[in-house]
């Protein structure tokens, strides 16, 4: 086969004639386009099947002889500058575009459903392979300036799907933001983490797969791509790799603190995924090229899940609290699904539980191996990145236990005084049962998602523990590029070392799901009591420094770290007063040159207007002053 | 005849310069029959000059050559050796075809017009004759002329429509443009006088003469005036905005598309290619006051309250990118600035066209009084973020490549030191941050968000295929040019390394 590689540059063209398609029949003849809508998702997931294959073909062939091809074509002909286009293929290339095809089509069978009832169906179909034919330009570029150019491309992506929603304020905010921050990463060359994560939380206000596509799945990821990329580069200088593991441990913390006191159920993910790539910008740091990699796909599969099933609920809430995304996708309003949706209660258990690193599931593996490199590197840095790990099995077990366990507080409050009426509690049972069958299909990728996420150890992981290191698929991938970097860690882990860690980290992530459990239960109990105030006033004296502690945490948690105000005051302020300033001065003084020419010419002519305004009498003066003159003059010139 | 047609020696240029203004004095003589008889016979003398045009170039210039092509040489004024000579080579070709690409779209985007149409429509017509003059005259003395010819109907479009201020703003352009004139008219006299008994004022001559290098700064510094209002480069810039605030938005597609690019142009083809040791001395400063531009504006940009001038200002910062180019003197660097100077005609002229037809059904000319458009005018909302997008460099659009290729000019210019060249693109950058920013604030602050529109469906009228048709067609070239730059690029390479062949050897 070795054709395939020859026509591998096809891969990003394959999804590109549906938003070219769309887009001229939604300009053109939107009626005709709007007509057929669902139509469109067929050939838009058919296409994306096909790439998917043959990505696995790729992947099949990188497995058996791993070899690299690069082929390219010169794009502008000129003496003194070329610029190349072509494709480059190696495991890494093989590897991504299977990540982003697989996560693409599910995400696609899961919002022909999820949309099916929104106006911009096809305006999102549109984006969404427009989104997915830039990433897999980005993961087969063959040099920077292409990998710019598909950078670029994905920001604007991203950008159109954020602010999908344009007649929301907030999104219209958000997709700016978005846009901006990721020009900023341009020139930084990374973002989504520690100073530029800013954008992360605020693109939520997306459609729901859009956050499962972009920002769990595929474009967070794309970021640690780049990184992975250009890793050949920045090893030669440990300062970067350093900076790299520094950039990456900040993230870590960040996340999983800032996870913590999140209402929004979407932006408590966005956070998990923060600190989730902190890790992996941990691991890249450290030069465990294998297990950053191996965690980018393990978080993106289970990320993915997550964010399918979060859309599930958060579509079930809105029937009953309505269609404002502060409220349906507000925490607080929720809990006790479990009984209503006990499909995307299990999809969501599954996800969780990966995500906290519970041994059979996807995450514990590749996490694991992080966290035991991690210990080789730095002991400080260890202990940081275990400790979140607890904090990560405890925010993701609170989102957890807050949406499906207890009961649903939506009803709690109507007794609390706030104004839901009772007719919501009413509607809620009949709507339930019915979105229950009408979400059978959506779920269908949720499930298949959670297969996904237990095969994942048993092909990759599972053959780790059987064979040992040097067998496994993703190294034996990966070997070309890592050759320098992996005899340093494979060494190391022989069974005993890999049973010692991972018992100490399944150990401490059932401690941080043991202490969700611990403080989710007064709340509940107090929510029971209809009186959520009363449960901080009866702790007595005793507990008002841990109190003010937790208060503490949480305002910071809740503030988002005041990173948010900090820019805001600082850049966005700065920008703003720069502009007036500028604007201000080109008003006044600039342009205050040019008028203040114009009325001083004006003055000037109407007083020569003036002074020759034909008097007689007034000539006769001037005359004879300077006939005065001259006499004064010649008197005093001649004597 | 035939003889005619087969030589090269039949009158192409003259015929394609005095074409569109000696048919649309035509326009005078037609029957009073309403409009839209002046409508299409405009649209038609425009179509007809594009097709002619297009057909000269294509088959009687040769792009591999770098020299003259399509000469023409007649004595007009005897005793002072004034020639009518005109000609072509590739830098000028490109600017040409913008000239006819964008005449013809403002033309048909000049429809809703009613008042004095019959005059408004020549002077568009007589503008396309003197742009085409000053792009293809080959005599110092011809180009000043045709350079002057063309502000009289620029002046004229901008004093009787447009907005409130439009007097101000007229007077304002007349001014500054004659006032740069004046140094144009010095150094233009000054070249064509120094050093013989009889004036020389043909550009081949020229640009292989050289003089001492305090005069030739000299001259340098008044065309350096001259372009500088017309580009425009800071501080001269400020009739820019306010004439493209207030005139009709068909006449800020030729300003924005085709009129500033003429100081660009200038640039190129008298301070770089007759003065060459001038311009090595200067070419700091342009790439210091380019930089300066990029930031400046669009941070003043950000300020505006009003769309056109928003975009007003969002033009100059692009000029900055030409500057850079300009004063990179790179192989490179040039064609960036030429391939900037294309694709900007482009993106400014479908800007400002949006915001013309966007403000056609509003009636909103302030950018915080607007919002949630999109709703009502999705197509152009589409365009509208897809032309924003061409504006801040979106890979795949001109906008990109231009500036891509500009700052590569920059990297790779053996003419400055390390520090200074870091310095420079990292300003760069910001700007390339920036432009985002004021650019897409913009389309929020018009299109996004949800607001009740009271206003009654007759603002909706003159909606449909014309606008989208000229939208779109604008839209492919620049996505044309950013697939594939070499369109471009290969008309003006060979040109380019002949300018550059002065100032290595």
Known sequence: ??????????????????????????????????????????????????????????????????????????????????????????????????????????????????????????????????????????????????????????????????????????????CQKAFVTNRIGDFVAKSAQFPLHVWLPDAMEGPTPISALIHAATMVAAKIFLVARLLPLFIVIPYIMNLISLIGIITVLLGATLALAQNDIKKGLAYSTMSQLGYMMLALGMGSYRAALFHLITHAYSKALLFLASGSIIHSMEAIVGYSPEKSQNMVFMGGLRKHVPVTQIAFLVGTLSLCGIPPLACFWSKDEILSDSWLYSPIFAIIAWSTAGLTAFYMFWIYLLTFEGHLNVHFQKYSGKKSSSFYSIKLWGKEEQKIINRNFRLFPLLTLTMNNNEQPYTIGGKKEAQGMHLDILSKLLTPSINLLHQNSNDFEDSYQFFKNAT???????????????????????????????????????????????????????????????????????????????????????????????????????????????????????????????????????? | VYLVFTTNYFPWLTIIVFLPISAGSLLFFLPHKGNKLIKWYTICICILEVLLTAYAFCYHFRLDDPLIQLEEDYKWINFFDFYWRLGIDGLSIGPILLTGFITTLATLEAWPVTRDSRLFHFLMLAMYSGQIGSFSSRDLLLFFIMWEFELIPVYLLLSMWGGKKRLYSATKFILYTAGGSVFLLIGVLGLGLYGSNEPTLNFETLANQSYPVALEIIFYIGFLIAFAV???????????????????????????????????????????????????????????????????????????????????????????????????ITDTGLNGAILQIISHGFIGAALFFLAGTSYDRMRLVYLDEMGGMAVSIPKIFTMFSILSMASLALPGMSGFVAELIVFFGIITSQKYFLMPKILITFVMAIGMILTPIYSLSMSRQMFY?????????????????????????????????????????????????????????
Not at chain 1, 92 to 106: K, P
Not at chain 2, 272 to 277: D, G
């Open chain 1, 504 to 639: 100490f980290s399944v150990s401490i992530a059932c401690f941080g799901i043991f202490t969700a459990f611990l403080l989710y239960k007064p709340f509940y109990s107090s929510v029971q009591n209809l009186n959520l105030l009363n449960s901080f006033v009866k702790r007595g004296p005793k507990r008002i420094l841990l109190d003010k502690m937790i208060y503490l945490i949480y305002d910071w948690s809740y503030n988002r770290g005041y990173i948010d105000m900090f820019y805001s005051i600082s850049l966005t302020k700065g920008i703003r007063g720069l502009a007036e300033l500028t604007h201000f001065f080109d008003r006044r003084v600039i342009d205050g040159i040019t008028n203040g020419v114009g009325i001083t010419s004006f003055f000037v002519g109407e007083s020569v207007k003036y002074l020759g305004g034909s008097r007689i009498s007034f000539y006769l003066l001037l005359y004879l002053v300077y006939v005065f003159i001259f006499l004064v003059i010649s008197y005093f010139i001649l004597f």
């Open chain 1, 1 to 174: 086969m070795e054709h395939a590689d020859q026509y591998s540059w096809i891969i990003p063209f394959v999804p590109l004639p549906i938003p070219i398609l769309i887009g001229m029949g939604l300009l053109l003849f939107p009626t005709a386009t709007k007509n057929l809508r669902r139509m469109w998702a067929f050939p838009n997931i058919l296409l994306l099947s096909i790439v998917m294959i043959f990505s696995l073909d790729l992947s099949i062939q990188q497995i058996n002889g791993s070899s690299i091809y690069q082929y390219v074509w010169s794009w502008t002909i000129n003496n003194d500058f070329s610029f190349e286009f072509g494709y480059f293929i190696d495991s890494l290339t093989s590897i991504m575009s299977i990540l982003i095809t697989t996560v693409g089509i599910f995400v696609l069978i899961y919002s022909d459903n999820y949309m099916s009832h929104d106006e911009g169906y096809l305006r999102f179909f549109a984006y969404m392979s427009l989104f997915n034919t830039s990433m897999l330009g980005l993961v087969t570029s063959c040099n920077l300036i292409q990998i710019y150019i598909f950078w670029e491309l994905v920001g604007m992506c991203s950008y159109l799907l954020i602010g999908f929603w344009f007649t929301r304020p907030a999104a219209a905010n958000a």
């Open chain 2, 230 to 328: 017309k580009s425009p480069i800071i501080p001269l810039h400020t009739w820019l905005p306010d004439t493209h605030g207030e005139a009709h938005y068909s006449t800020c597609m030729l300003l924005a598309g085709i009129l500033l690019k003429m100081g660009a142009y200038g640039l190129v083809r008298i301070n770089m290619e007759l003065l060459p040791h001038a311009h090595s001395i200067f070419s700091p400063w342009l790439i210091i006051v380019g930089t300066m531009q990029i930031i400046y504006v669009a941070s003043t940009s950000l300020g505006q309250r009003n769309l056109k001038k928003r975009i007003a200002y969002s033009s100059v910062s692009h000029m900055g990118f030409i500057i850079i180019g300009i004063g990179s």
């Open chain 2, 449 to 505: 968000g949800y607001k009740l529109f009271n206003a009654p469906s007759s603002y909706f009228f003159y909606s449909g295929p014309r606008e989208l048709f000229v939208s779109i067609s604008i839209f492919l070239p620049v996505i044309g040019i950013g697939i594939y730059p070499d369109f471009i690029l290969s008309l003006s390479g060979e040109k380019v390394e002949t300018i550059l062949y002065n100032y290595f050897y």
